[in-house]
């Protein structure tokens, strides 16, 4: 019986240990600003002064498909991880 606490206690630690999954939403470019990295969606969603360290796609414009991967929690984005323009 105290070996199976065991392994149980030791799967719940390492469910623990996993990173959480990223957040995405896939929409339309309302607009762009290059010089602020400053990104709005169709549906008014913004993402403000993305990091430089964030590659953005020369082909970002509007009225393109955007993937964006972030880290999110119950205060909004808390880092823009990809930006991706859709086909």
Known sequence: MAIRGFVLGAAFLAAGLVPAAADSVTASVETWNPATRTLVLS????FQTISSS???P??????KT???LYNGS??????ILSIEVQP
């Not at 119950?74 to 880092?79: I, K, L, Q, T």
């Open 54 to 56: 964030v590659a953005v």
């Open 74 to 79: 119950e205060n909004g984005v808390d880092s």
């Open 43 to 46: 549906d008014k969603t913004q």
């Open 66 to 68: 955007v993937t964006i």
């Open 58 to 63: 020369d082909t970002l414009a509007a009225g």
